[in-house]
Every structure is written in structure tokens, then in C-alpha cells.
């Protein structure tokens, strides 16, 4: 009976839509992007200028830094395998019984209007949740920190394969706003496609400690949100040399709070 259902399921156009295009999204995305800055990584002194810290790299020879992407790879395999794949299974799942009756028609194709207000309202309700739970609990519960999320932290110089290198419970909790999004945002399929893409790309970017054209401020001035990616992505690898401040990914929040790293240079003595 159970494998008759499974078989059901499969041979179900909304199964596609609801478990294979969301898997693919996140795995195209989350590997694509690290396979693009792997190579850049591996390339060494030539790209030196283009980190966050430079001269980070340039005191590890090639085979130490491939020795420890390979190694971030493995666990990253084996964190998907374990936990992120089936969690994303079980997160569609819930997509398909909370939607009740599944219409293609009416899920896949919203109004543009709503396409936009949806994504915006998830990434700022993605923002606001994740930064609670990275500063309240994650960081200032401090045996947490220590048995949990020290784990993410014991890179102080992070690559992009680095992003995923965190205690299987904080997968866990890093799953808890999407929940909450689902339940009261209720978001449309393609919406929540699109934000998978998002989400997975930009944790990896910010975490990948390279400036985009970094050595080219016309192009930062014409093009805003490239000056904007490159404060983020500065930011982030800041909240990992010293532990602290920067628990959002977009600063606004931090600035509300006086929670930016630089905000704590006087305890930290040390002047960004």
C-alpha cells in the first residue's frame, strides 16, 4: 500500500513541481556557485587583492587550501545527504498539504504584483527571524554558542564551501524561518522558487570572502548593488574573525540595533 502511494506520487505532475524542481534549484545553485569560487580560490596570489583579507591565502600554499575545500566539500556532502535534502523533501510536503487542493494553473503563474511583494516580505521576514535567532540564541546563549555554533565559526578566513559547516542542529534551526514563512506568508510556488535560488546563492556569496570588481570603483558607483553585495559580504567576514556583531545579512538591522561589528571596537581594541 505504502509503495503503491509512493508510486502514485511519482508518476503526479505536482510531485515534479512540488520535490524535484526545489531540490534541483537548491543543488544547481548551492553547487554552481561553489564550484565558480573554488576555482577562484585555488588560483591563490592572482586574486589576492579581491578578498576581504587579503594576505589571508597567500600564507597557505595551494595544497593546504585545496586539502581543506576538499575536505568543507565531504561535509557538506554528507550534511545534505543526512539533513538538508530530507528537510527540503519534508518542507515541500508541507507546501502540498498546507496548499490543500494543488492547482498548477493558479500557483505557478501569480500576477507580477504579487510575485514581487511576496519575495520581498520573505527576505525581509528571512532577515529579521534569522537575525534573532543568530544573535539571541546562536551567539549571546553562550553554551550554545560554544557546543553549537562554534562549529560555523572555527573558520576565521571562510570560503564559499565553508557556508554549510555548521552542527546539524543549527541546519535545524536555520529551518525554522522558512516555516514561519510558509505558514503566514503562504508564498506562491515560482515565488518561493526564485527565493530558494536567492537564499542559497547569496549565503554562499557572503561567505565567500571576494569583493566584486573590487579594484574597479567606476563600475561600484554605476552599478549600486555591486558596492552594496561587496559592504555585505565585508560585513560577514568581519562577524567571523571576531565572533561578534554583524548578525544580519543586509545591516539594516544591525544598524537599528548598534549590532555591527564595529560597534564593539572598543571591547574588541581593535579599529575597522
Not at 583579507?53 to 595544497?63: E, F, N, R, V, Y
Not at 529551518?175 to 514561519?180: M, S
Not at 510558509?182 to 508564498?187: A, E, K, L, T
Not at 536567492?198 to 555591486?226: A, C, D
Request: glycine share 2%; proline share 4%; with cysteine.
Amino acid at each position: 500500500m505504502v509503495l503503491s502511494w509512493i508510486s502514485s506520487l511519482w508518476n503526479d505532475n505536482t510531485t515534479f513541481y512540488i520535490i524535484i524542481i526545489p531540490l534541483t534549484t537548491y543543488l544547481v545553485s548551492h553547487w554552481g556557485t561553489c564550484l565558480v569560487f573554488t576555482i577562484l580560490d585555488l588560483t591563490l596570489k592572482p586574486l589576492e587583492d579581491f578578498k576581504v583579507q587579503q594576505g589571508s591565502i597567500s600564507k597557505l600554499d595551494t595544497w593546504l587550501v585545496g586539502k581543506h575545500i576538499l575536505k568543507s566539500i565531504i561535509i557538506n556532502l554528507k550534511l545534505q545527504f543526512f539533513f538538508v535534502l530530507p528537510l527540503l523533501v519534508i518542507h515541500r510536503f508541507q507546501f502540498w498539504i498546507q496548499s490543500k487542493e494543488f492547482s498548477l494553473e493558479t500557483q505557478l503563474i501569480p500576477s507580477f504584483p504579487k510575485m514581487i511583494f511576496q519575495f520581498i516580505t520573505l527576505i525581509l521576514s528571512q532577515e529579521f527571524i534569522l537575525y534573532c535567532l543568530h544573535r539571541f540564541i546562536l551567539h549571546e546563549i553562550d553554551k550554545i554558542f560554544q557546543k553549537v555554533h562554534k562549529k560555523h565559526h572555527l573558520q576565521k578566513y571562510p570560503f564559499c564551501v565553508d557556508a554549510l559547516i555548521m552542527h546539524p542542529v543549527e541546519l535545524l534551526v536555520d529551518t525554522i524561518p522558512n516555516i514561519i514563512n510558509m505558514i503566514i506568508i503562504q508564498p506562491y510556488f515560482w515565488v518561493h522558487i526564485f527565493f530558494i535560488f536567492y537564499i542559497t546563492t547569496f549565503n554562499l556569496i557572503i561567505h565567500s570572502g571576494f569583493l566584486i570588481f573590487y579594484n574597479h570603483p567606476k563600475i561600484q558607483n554605476w552599478i549600486p548593488i555591486i558596492k552594496i553585495l561587496n559592504q555585505l559580504i565585508k560585513d560577514h567576514d568581519l562577524h567571523h574573525q571576531y565572533e561578534i556583531g554583524n548578525y544580519g545579512t543586509m545591516r539594516f538591522l544591525d544598524y537599528l540595533f548598534k549590532t555591527r561589528t564595529r560597534d564593539y571596537q572598543k571591547s574588541l581594541s581593535v579599529n575597522f
